[in-house]
């Protein structure tokens, strides 16, 4: 695998890893008991860390790569395994 296939498959994974872990510890304004601004969304995060996102983005992103690699050169599950029509007779 060229190593900018690795960059770009584990970029892809990070981004996923991010939304995956983004509603994780976000509390609004009700629930903290923080007063709100005017105008503001009562959805909106009282307690947003980006930096506590992006390392838990990273790590999140860094298993899922591993596994992919692990799997690219292992073949534990293969473009045929993932072939439906053997499995259904078409």
């Not at 892809?12 to 008991?33: K, N, Q, S």
């Not at 999140?60 to 007779?89: H, K, Q, R, S």
Request: net charge positive; glycine share 6%.
């Amino acid at each position: 695998m060229k190593w900018t296939s690795i960059i770009a498959i584990y970029g892809l994974f990070w981004v996923m890893a991010a939304f995956i872990v983004l509603p994780f510890g976000v509390r609004t304004h009700d629930e903290l008991g923080h007063a709100k601004v005017s105008g503001q969304a009562d959805s909106a995060p009282a307690n947003f860390k980006p930096r506590k996102i992006a390392i838990r983005a990273t790590i999140l992103a860094t298993l899922m790569f591993a596994f992919f690699y692990a799997n690219y050169f292992n073949e534990w599950i293969t473009v045929a395994d993932l072939d439906l029509t053997t499995y259904f007779g078409h």
